[in-house]
């Protein structure tokens, strides 16, 4: 679900959330599980749904071509859109149009909280657009890149 590192008076801990149950989470540090009772219980953070796009022949058709392709891409911006699971800073854009991911690639690093956040892809695709840059602040549910 999330992995974070921390450091501990100078002990380093690597921190995996792997799912809340109303107040106990379950964890991992280091490798060793843990279950954790929250003083308050946590919603767990809603993934989003895959959604297919369905892009019509009149919409495809009005956006010139700049050079002829070999194979049919996919209109820029078309696809399934990662979007920000929390508010924060985009600190690094680890793609850039044109690049192939694969569920759980890494794909921007949002910075929430004092806190590097990797943000994945939730699909297999090629990148058809970068909806923000370093230094951007983003909202809960603001888009970051398109996956087609």
Aim: aromatic share 4%.
């Amino acid at each position: 679900m999330s992995n974070y590192k921390y450091k501990v008076n100078g002990v380093d801990y690597d921190v995996n959330i792997e799912d809340f149950d109303g107040s106990i989470a379950k964890v991992s540090v280091n490798g060793k599980s843990f279950e954790v009772e929250l003083a308050e219980p946590v919603k767990a953070p809603v993934r989003p749904k895959k959604v297919e796009v369905k892009v019509s022949a009149s919409a495809t058709s009005a956006a010139p071509e700049k050079a002829p392709a070999k194979k049919p891409k996919a209109a820029a911006g078309s696809g399934n859109k990662v979007l920000a699971p929390l508010p924060g800073t985009i600190t690094e854009v680890k793609v850039q149009v044109g690049d192939s991911v694969k569920v759980g690639d890494t794909v921007i690093v949002l910075e929430a909280m004092k806190m590097q956040n990797n943000i994945e892809a939730d699909c297999e695709g090629k990148i058809t657009s970068v909806l923000v840059t370093r230094g951007d602040t983003v909202m809960e549910g603001a888009a970051l890149v398109t996956i087609g």
